[in-house]
């Protein structure tokens, strides 16, 4: 069964450092997107990609995130310069164009230090 | 953003019947019933979605009240694996994005 996966499966950084985490979405989905969970609380939306640009984005997603698909299969999320409060495992998810099922990643656990 | 109401926690014992509620009180007619679960440790999963009839997959069924004002998961026989934590959800508008709430935690006894 194809599936969302993603890396690193956890990254430690220290806080003002740029960090890049990765997904690979499932081959024939066209919608991409991120959440993400700190350590326990709601899971939250940050954006969703379609057709090469953002079409949704949450007040989370400031100007320090950016997202890219910078080839065919994977899918990027970049924090500019972290910052302690950005700690939290990101999950990638994809969906098809109906996008009623999104398949999520194992996610990558982000700790700034 | 939608808002659900889910009980904070249910139990059930190992292979007997689950059914987990959800308030949804403000739906409109276009927007999806989505049921989400996360186990320990890892991302969520989908697991059924519907707009008005009840729906059957290989995980579990829905029910949606005819008013659509409320919906009930059914997993029909609980396994230990089914531990996990339920989120209902539904999107406003044609949004894409998925507003998860705290769910409900369901425990399943052996």
């Known amino acids: 069964e194809p599936e969302v996966t993603q890396t690193p499966s956890h990254q430690v950084t220290q806080m003002g450092q740029e960090v890049i985490l990765r997904c690979v979405p499932i081959?024939?989905?066209?919608?991409f997107y991120w959440y993400r969970q700190i350590l326990g609380q709601k899971v939250e939306f940050l954006v969703s990609?379609?057709?090469?640009?953002?079409?949704?984005k949450s007040e989370i997603f400031d100007d320090q995130f950016s997202v890219e698909r910078p080839d065919g299969s994977n899918f990027t999320l970049k924090i500019r310069s972290t910052k302690l409060e950005d700690s939290a495992m990101y999950f990638c998810?994809?969906?098809?164009?109906?996008?009623?099922?999104?398949?999520f990643g194992p996610g990558t656990r982000l700790t700034v230090t | 953003d939608a808002k659900t109401t889910q009980p904070n926690s249910m139990e059930s014992n190992e292979e007997e019947p689950v059914h987990l509620p959800c308030n949804h009180s403000t739906i409109s007619g276009t927007d999806y019933i989505h049921w989400y679960r996360q186990l320990p440790s890892q991302g969520p999963e989908y697991v059924i979605h519907g707009l008005t009839s009840n729906v059957n997959n290989r995980m579990a069924s829905l029910a949606i009240a005819e008013d659509r004002k409320s919906s009930t998961l059914i997993l029909h026989r609980a396994t230990l694996r089914d531990a996990a934590v339920y989120y209902c959800?539904?999107?406003?508008?044609?949004?894409?994005?998925?507003?998860f709430g705290k769910g409900t935690k369901l425990t399943v006894n052996p």
């Open positions: 081959s024939n989905h066209l919608y």
């Open positions: 959800i539904f999107s406003q508008g044609g949004s894409e994005k998925l507003v």
């Open positions: 990609f379609y057709n090469n640009e953002i079409s949704e």
């Open positions: 998810a994809s969906s098809d164009p109906g996008f009623n099922e999104q398949y």
